[in-house]
């Protein structure tokens, strides 16, 4: 069992910038794809972003060039940088954990958090 707990979000105005933040509870941790995905209200879940354990990164079309995602093994901690934000990121932001090398289907995705709010203001 992973454990993943998110941490970073917040309100920011448009523009703005916020570092997300998830780590996880396995020994294991390396060997994991992880990835970000967000929901917004009335919403279904949709993918952000993974890296993968060689550190090959995938990203949605609605944040290439905005939005970085990053590892860091040795803190079993998993980054998502978002810069330039719009109002239409705002949304519940999830962390989520696959034992896939390129998970393609929701439930290749084993493990998820709790979830981060991120607001972004007009």
């Known amino acids: 069992q992973v454990q993943l707990v998110e941490s970073g979000g917040g309100l920011v105005q448009t523009g703005g910038s916020l570092r997300l933040s998830c780590v996880a509870s396995?020994?294991?941790?390396?060997?994991?794809?992880m990835g970000w995905f967000r929901q917004a209200p009335g919403n279904e879940r949709e993918f952000v972003a993974h890296?993968?354990?060689?550190?090959?990164?995938i990203y949605a079309d609605s944040v290439k060039g905005r939005f970085t995602i990053s590892r860091d093994n040795a803190k079993n901690t998993v980054y998502l940088q978002m810069n330039n934000l719009k109002p239409g990121d705002t949304a519940v932001y999830y962390c989520a954990a696959s034992p896939a090398n390129v998970p393609t289907l929701v439930r290749d995705w084993n493990y998820w958090g709790q979830g981060t709010q991120v607001t972004v203001s007009s």
């Open positions: 890296i993968n354990w060689s550190g090959r990164t």
């Open positions: 396995t020994r294991t941790f390396s060997g994991y794809t």
